[in-house]
């Protein structure tokens, strides 16, 4: 199966290595922002850098909307998976729009309200992950993560 693993850096790109026990198996493309952690640890990956940043940003948010078509159309995934944050909006959007199963993982540090990133993307969303129970009783969609 190909993925393409969406994420900022720092805590939501922490988050997605986290992932690794799934993502590894599986072919893979990286989207994300340059820094020198991300060049360093993604050295033998494949990876798309992302337009930063993204926050009260709309020319990059329109850059990443290009740029989410371009690789979409390009790469052809069956699943667009993303642990945050603004970045992911235009790549989850377009992925399902484009017939791509969608996934976002919501931050660990998000107990009572949704992200604005996993707001604006949630009518595009196969599935929500959520840690708290607090939260899955205000969006029922949302699945919880068992820890």
């Known amino acids: 199966m190909k993925v393409i693993l969406v994420c900022s850096t720092g805590g939501h790109f922490q988050a997605m290595q986290s992932l690794h026990p799934f993502w590894r198996n599986h072919q893979r493309i990286w ?4 820094s020198e952690n991300t060049k360093t640890t993604l050295d033998t990956e494949r990876v798309y850098w992302a337009w930063s940043p993204t926050n009260r940003n709309l020319v990059n948010l329109v850059r990443n909307f ?11 995934p069956h699943l667009v998976i993303s642990t945050g944050a603004g970045v992911a909006v235009p790549f989850l959007i377009l992925a399902k729009l484009l017939g791509r199963q969608t996934i976002f993982i919501e931050s660990i540090t998000r107990v ?13 969303l196969d599935t929500l992950y959520v840690h708290w129970p607090q939260l899955q009783a205000r969006y029922p969609r949302a699945k919880i993560i068992d820890s």
């Open 112 to 124: 009572k309200q949704l992200s604005l990133s996993a707001r604006l993307a949630l009518p595009f």
């Open 31 to 34: 989207v994300t922002f340059y």
């Open 66 to 76: 290009f740029l989410a078509w371009q690789i979409l159309s390009q790469e052809t």
